[in-house]
C-alpha cells in the first residue's frame, strides 16, 4: 500500500479533492467550502473504469476501405479497426483538407455541442473552433439546447441576453426586498448542482432559507411539486404544461382591466406598450386576457388568478422563469410575456421586483456575480461566417441549400460533408432521435472525438479516444463563479487516450498550423496563461489581488471578484434616456416593430398566447400525456450514467417514469411495473414510479440514458426521451429545441428485453471487440 496522494479538481458539478494511492481512485472529498456539495462527485472514479472508454484510436471497417464512398448505412453496425495515431490524425487532417478544397470550408461542421469537462485549457469545442479556424474555417452553430428562443427574444426586446446568463437581479436582493414571488417552472437544487466550467459553493439553499425565514408568499407554477423544496411551502399551482404563457398575459390583463398597471413606468421605460395593452384588453382580437381566459387554458383556478395579480400590483413582486420553459414550442413567448407582465406591475429595477431568468437552472444563476475575467481558450477569427441554430442539425443535414430563418434573416442550411464533434453526445441532447439517425447517414465522414464510447461514437467514422479530466491538468472558472479552481492530474490516461489539447495539436501540426495553434505554449504554459492574464485583469481594472499562480496550483482555488446586491436595470429604470437600451427604442420592447414588419405566425409583434404543436388542451390530446423530460437528478446529462448517484435514480436498470396515481390505474400500470412510452416518432421503456407530485396528464421521464436501441424493433430499452420529443424550432425567430412540447402514450410492458445496461455493451463487444 503506498500513500495517499490529494489532488485537487473540478467538475461542472462541484469541486474535490481526489484521494489517490498507486495511480487508483480510492476515494472523493467535497471541497471545504461547499456548503452544499453534489453527491455526483463521488461518480467521478467511473471515468477510470475502461468499460465504456474509447481506448484507442479507430476507423470504422467500410469507410477505412472505401473513405468518403463507404455505405454510411454501416455506422453503429459495422466494426472498428484500431489504426495507430499517426496514421488517425493523417486520415483527419486528409479529410479537413479534401472537403475544405473540393466544396468548401463551409461544408465541415463542427459539431462539439457538449459538457464533456469543465477545464477551460481542454474544452474541446474552443479547441475544435480555433483549429478549423486556422484552417480556413467552417459551419457553427448559435444558442445552445438549454436556452436558445429565450436569448434571441431577449436580445431583441431587452437588447441583450444576459438576464437569463446569470446577470439578472442576484437571489440575496429577493430574499431581502420581495414579498411576492411568483416561480414559473422551477429553482430547483436538482439543477443548481450544476454550473458550465465548475463551480465551487453551491449557494442556492442558502437563499431559499432565507426567503423561507422572511415569510415571503412563494407561488410555484409547474405541472411538479417538487420543483421548488418542500420546506419552502410554496402554495403549487399545477399548471399545464406549455400554457405559462397564458397565466401571464390573464394576470398582466387583470391588472390592466383594474386600471393597476404603472402607465408611468409603462411611458417611460417601454415602447409598443400600446400594442400590448391592446391585445390584453381585447381590442386586438376580441378576446379579454383575464383570469377566466387563462383558467379556461391553464387548468388553473380563476378566482385565484385574479387574486394573485391584485397581490402582485399591491406588493413587491417578482416573477422568476426557468430555462426550461423556453425549450418548448413557441418559447420565445413566456419569456416576453414574464416581461410584458413585469413591466404591466412598474417594478422592473426594483430591489426584489420584476423578472429574472433562469434562477438555478445552473448553479451560478441567480448568485454572486463574477466581475473578473474568467479563464477561456480563443477560438481565434472566423474566417467564414456560416453557421445554423444550434437544434436544427438533422434539418441542416437532411435539407441542405434551403432556406431557414433566424433572428429575422433568412439563410441557407450548408452542404456539409465533414462532420467532427468533440466532447459531445448528441444521441443525448437532440430531439427525435429516429429522424437523427436518418440525418446522421448523409455526411461523407463523421470524426468523433470522446472519452467514452457513447451512441455517437458508435456511429463514427473516425473515432479519436480523448483522455478525461481527471488525466491531465487543466483550470476551470467562468462568468458565473465566484473562484478559479485548480485541475490537476490524478491518473494517467486509460489505454492510448490523449488529452484534447494534444490531440488537436498533432492534427494542427499536419494542417501546418501547429505554431499558430499552440502559440508556444504547452498545456502547463496554457494554464498558468490563462490564470496570469485574469490575475493582471482583476488588479489593473477593478483592483482586486489574486495569488500569484505558483500559490493558486497549491491551494486548488483562487477567489474571484464579485457582486452581491444586484438589481438588474437598476439605473435604466431610473434615467432611461441616459442608460438605453440596445433594442430598437432603446427602451424594453412590449410592441415590436421588427416583428411586425416580418409577420411571423409563430412569433408576433407582441406577447401572446400561441397554441403549441401538442398540448394537454388540443382536441387530439384524449388519452396521450404530456412528457416532461428534465434534467436528472444523478448526473449531468448523459455523462457518469453507470456511476451511483445515476444508478441510484434508476428502478431495473432503466430511467423511472413519474407518473400520477390517476393516470396510472387508468393505463392499468403498477409502480415498479416496466412500461411503454411511445407516440408516433418513437418507443421507449421505463418503471413506473407513482406520485402524487406529478399533475395528472403528465408524466416525467429524464433525460440521459444511454440511447439503447432493441435491435431494428424501434424500441429503446433505456428510457432515452429523445426518442419521443418533438423535432421543430421554436418560432421561425427564435428556433431553439422544443423538446418539452411532447405527446405520448403509456401502456404496461410484458416482454423482457434485457438489462439496458447489457444491452449497451453486448454493442460495444461487437463495434469494438
Known sequence: MGDIRRVAHCSHWGAYT??????????????????????????????????????RPMVRAGWLERRERSDRRGRGREPFV???WDEVTDLVAGEVRRVADSFGNASIFAGSYGWTNSGRVHHAQSLLRRMLNLAGGYTGHVDTYSTAAGPVILRHVLGSDVACNGRSSTLDTIGEHTETL??????????????????????????????????????????????????????WWPIRPNTDTALMLGLAGEIVAEGRQDR???????????????????????????????????????????????????????????????????????????????????????????????????????????LGLPPAMSPLRRPIDSFIPVARIADMLLHPGTPFTYEGKTRLYPDIRLLYWAGGNPYHHHQDLNRLQSAWTRPETIIVQDPMFTATAQRADILLPAATSIERNDLAGNKRADMVLAMAKAIEPLGESRSDFDIFSAIAAKLGVAEAFTEGRDEMGWIRHLYETGRRD??????????????????????????????????????????PLNTESGRIVLGSTLLANLGYADC?????????????????????????????????????????????????????????????AAAGISDGQTIRIWNERGACLATATLTGAVRQGVVVLPTGAWFTPVGNSGLEAAGNPNVLTLDVGTSAFGQGCSAHTCLVRIEPYADNPGDAFALYQETLAQLAG
Not at 465548475?198 to 417538487?226: F, K, M, N, Q, Y
Open 538 to 579: 482583476a488588479a489593473a481594472r477593478l483592483g482586486f489581488e489574486m495569488p500569484d499562480f505558483e500559490t493558486f496550483w497549491v491551494q486548488g482555488y483562487a477567489r474571484c471578484p464579485v457582486k452581491t446586491q444586484h438589481t438588474y436595470l437598476a439605473e435604466f429604470r431610473a434615467q432611461p434616456q441616459a442608460h
Open 18 to 55: 481526489i484521494l489517490v494511492e498507486d495511480g487508483r481512485i480510492r476515494g472523493v472529498e467535497p471541497f471545504a467550502q461547499d456548503p452544499s456539495p453534489s453527491p455526483i462527485i463521488h461518480s467521478v472514479a467511473e471515468w477510470a473504469d475502461p468499460a465504456r472508454r474509447v481506448l
Open 264 to 370: 408611468d413606468f409603462l411611458a417611460r421605460c417601454t415602447s409598443g406598450a400600446d400594442v400590448f395593452l391592446r391585445y390584453l384588453d381585447g381590442s386586438a382580437d376580441g378576446v379579454r386576457k383575464d383570469a377566466a381566459w387563462a383558467a379556461a387554458i391553464t387548468g388553473l383556478d380563476a378566482a385565484a388568478i385574479a387574486a394573485l395579480a391584485r397581490r402582485l400590483a399591491e406588493t413587491r413582486s417578482m416573477m422568476t422563469v426557468s430555462w426550461s420553459l423556453q425549450r418548448a414550442h413557441h418559447g420565445e413567448q413566456p419569456f416576453w410575456a414574464a416581461l410584458g407582465l413585469a413591466a404591466v406591475t412598474g417594478q422592473i429595477g426594483l430591489p426584489g421586483g420584476g423578472v429574472g431568468y433562469g434562477y438555478a437552472s445552473l448553479g451560478g444563476v441567480g448568485a454572486a456575480i463574477n
Open 182 to 235: 411568483v416561480v414559473f417552472g422551477s429553482i430547483a437544487p436538482r439543477t443548481a448542482q450544476i454550473e458550465s466550467g465548475g463551480i465551487a459553493r453551491h449557494t442556492l439553499e442558502g437563499e431559499l432559507r432565507r426567503i423561507a425565514d422572511r415569510g415571503i408568499r412563494v407561488v410555484l407554477v409547474s405541472p411538479l411539486r417538487d420543483d421548488l423544496p418542500a420546506w419552502l411551502e410554496a402554495e
Open 604 to 664: 408576433r409583434a407582441h406577447p401572446a398566447w400561441i397554441e403549441p404543436a401538442e398540448w394537454l388542451g388540443a382536441a387530439r390530446a384524449s388519452g396521450q400525456l404530456h412528457l416532461i423530460s428534465h434534467q436528472p437528478e444523478g448526473r449531468l446529462h448523459s455523462q457518469l450514467e453507470t456511476g451511483p448517484a445515476s444508478r441510484a435514480a434508476k428502478r431495473g436498470g432503466r430511467e423511472q417514469a413519474r407518473i400520477n396515481p390517476e393516470d396510472a
Open 82 to 84: 484500431p489504426v495507430s
